[in-house]
């Protein structure tokens, strides 16, 4: 797989250039009472020693879920204006405000890694770094904010939660705050659903058309089937990564099918079927991984869209960078005047 060849925000991690050998020969004392605290369950702080490609892996991941964070304001940002109620808009305001703020908690852990948050941002407008898959999709009716609540941040939800508990001391704080708000943001997607399969035939209508639409992208979110995926051992055993795309997908269509039965809503996939093996299960069907691959590669229906939105943000917003700094410039002398 090419690199950056990641999928839900944090999936990041089957790419051979963030496998980076621990270099266990050049330090060889470090490398192993770096592992034995890692086995020991003990969290690593940004000041530790760390081995290059632990602190590598950690840069790409986090940044590239900090990037997920904003680019995801776009596709919801769209529906602000045009939400049903000062109710769905109050709140739906507050979900996209969310991500921004996820956004910079994101940015700040992996500044205390060595990199500015500007060379990061400057990565993404550039072209140079991955963002996740699903948000190379369009927003097309108002069902669709409840499907992304619900399917979305219900996918974000399960990939986070391990992150909790993530070897990175300052990643893993991060995490647990926004999996608290991660966990409003399924609520209130979910209730949109809720309201639409309960109003008219023509709302009832509009939810099956959006669940058909972000379904098969969000089990793609998780990233390539177990059996595609390299690298994945080192994570693990750094723990870093403590489930396989695999079993979080699983995981994820266990919890939704219930959900969409209780909506009354079909899930697209003509080979769901529930397998009692093992704790029972719900199997799904092929996923078409050749879609996936376009979409990673610029080919999705919004890429283009999206990048040029997070530019023209960011060149209209360079006055607001450039007073602060000439403010904070004018505070540190009053002080030293002072
Ligand atoms: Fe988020
Ligand atoms: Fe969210």
């Known amino acids: 797989m090419p690199q950056g060849e990641c999928a839900l925000y944090t999936q990041s ?16 004392e470090q490398s192993a009472r770096f592992q034995a605290r890692i086995d020991a369950d003990d969290r690593i702080e940004a000041n530790d020693w760390m081995p290059e490609g632990y602190r590598k892996t950690l ?3 986090i940044s590239q879920h900090a990037h997920s964070e904003i680019v995801g304001m776009l596709p ?6 045009r939400a049903p109620s000062l109710r769905r808009k109050a709140t739906l305001l507050a979900k996209v405000q969310d991500e921004a703020g996820h956004g910079l908690y994101l940015y700040a852990a992996a500044e205390t890694l060595g990199r500015s948050r500007e060379e990061l941002f400057d990565d993404l407008l550039a ?11 369009p927003t097309l009716t108002w069902a669709d904010m409840g499907a992304v ?9 399960m990939n986070q939660i391990p992150l909790c508990r993530c070897s990175y001391g300052p990643y893993a704080r991060a995490m647990i705050r926004v999996c608290k708000e991660e966990s409003f943001h399924q609520r209130q997607g979910y209730e ?8 008219t035939p023509e709302q009832k209508a509009m939810a099956q058309d959006a669940l058909d639409r972000w379904y098969w992208p969000c089990l793609m979110m998780f990233g390539p089937p177990d059996g595609d995926s390299l690298h994945s051992d080192q994570s693990t055993a750094w723990k870093i990564k403590r489930f396989s795309n695999d079993e979080l997908r699983q995981k994820f269509v266990d919890a939704t099918v219930p959900q969409a039965q209780y909506l009354g809503l079909t899930l697209p996939d003509p080979d769901l079927r529930f ?3 093992d704790g029972g299960h719900w199997r799904y069907g092929a996923i078409d991984w050749e879609e996936f691959r376009q979409v990673l590669s610029g080919n999705g229906p919004c890429n283009r869209e999206r990048l040029a ?6 060149e209209e917003g360079a006055w607001v960078r450039e007073a602060a700094a000439a403010y904070a410039a004018r505070q540190a002398v009053h002080k030293q005047a002072a």
Not at 76 to 81: L, V
């Open 275 to 277: 397998d009692p093996a």
């Open 76 to 81: 919801e940002g769209n529906w602000i204006t």
């Open 149 to 157: 609540g619900w399917l979305v941040d219900g996918a974000a939800i």
């Open 192 to 199: 949109i659903m809720l309201t639409l399969c309960r109003g």
């Open 13 to 28: 991690l089957n790419q051979a250039d963030t496998a980076t050998p621990v270099r266990p020969v050049d330090y060889p």
């Open 59 to 61: 840069v790409r991941q």
């Open 309 to 314: 939105a997070r530019r023209k943000a960011h």
């Open 127 to 137: 072209g140079r770094a991955r963002y996740s898959s699903i948000f190379n999709y």
